[in-house]
T-cell receptor, first 115, second 113 residues
């Protein structure tokens, strides 16, 4: 079974803090993604990476950055957290051979609350 | 990003009835259309998918149909059971974002006994 692990299930941070959300997958997948999930808005793509050191902006990258130093790890960074970044964050991965199609494997999610 | 519209946002059916969820997409280059089910407090999981060269696919009580000309696809669940209650998301590949998936806003399905 593919395993996508997000380091923190629940976080509470204060406005202005720097926040790191970590995601690790154990199936040697090349592609990794960060989505945020909000009620009534579905899943929206923040950033994605097709290989180590590569990153691409998704639909809502403002206020976020990412890091992909190792193939198995994809980190989402909030440089200065704001209350409108309170959300559920979902990491996902898929193998390169299914670049144009293919199942995304999701982590359990990280629920971030910014006070 | 390219839009994926999903309807209805909520759906309530009696156990044993059928449920249909519909999605439309705008990216004419989309070629992959998965459906994910998310139970409360859990991660989304793929339940069925269809590729652009196929018009229909069925897996037991679940089927998906695709009309590429009209740019819409639908999920059909027959003989619904209470354990089908969940949020369902449709998605389509986005050719402008490296074929990442664009998701609909979700449909909350409730199956009452």
């Amino acid at each position: 079974d593919v395993k996508v692990t997000q380091s923190s299930r629940y976080l509470v941070k204060r406005t202005g803090e720097k926040v790191f959300l970590e995601c690790v997958q154990d199936m040697d997948h090349e592609n990794m993604f960060w989505y945020r999930q909000d009620p009534g808005l579905g899943l929206r793509l923040i950033y994605f990476s097709y290989d180590v050191k590569m990153k691409e902006k998704g639909d809502i990258p403002e206020g976020y950055s990412v890091s992909r130093e190792k193939k198995e790890r994809f980190s989402l960074i909030l440089e200065s957290a704001s209350t409108n970044q309170t959300s559920m964050y979902l990491c996902a991965s898929r193998p390169f051979r299914t670049l144009l199609t293919g199942e995304l494997f999701f982590g359990e999610g990280s629920r971030l609350t910014v006070l | 990003g390219e839009n994926v519209e999903q309807h209805p946002s909520t759906l309530s059916v009696q156990e044993g009835d059928s449920a249909v969820i519909k999605c439309t997409y705008s990216d004419s280059a989309s070629n992959y259309f998965p459906w994910y089910k998310q139970e409360l407090g859990k991660r989304p999981q793929l339940i069925i998918d269809i590729r652009s060269n196929v018009g229909e696919k069925k897996d037991q009580r679940i089927a998906v149909t695709l009309n590429k000309t009209a740019k819409h696809f639908s999920l059909h669940i027959t003989e619904t059971q209470p354990e089908d209650s969940a949020v369902y998301f449709c998605a389509a590949t986005n050719s402008n974002s490296g074929y990442a998936l664009n998701f609909g806003k979700g449909t909350s399905l409730l199956v009452t006994p």
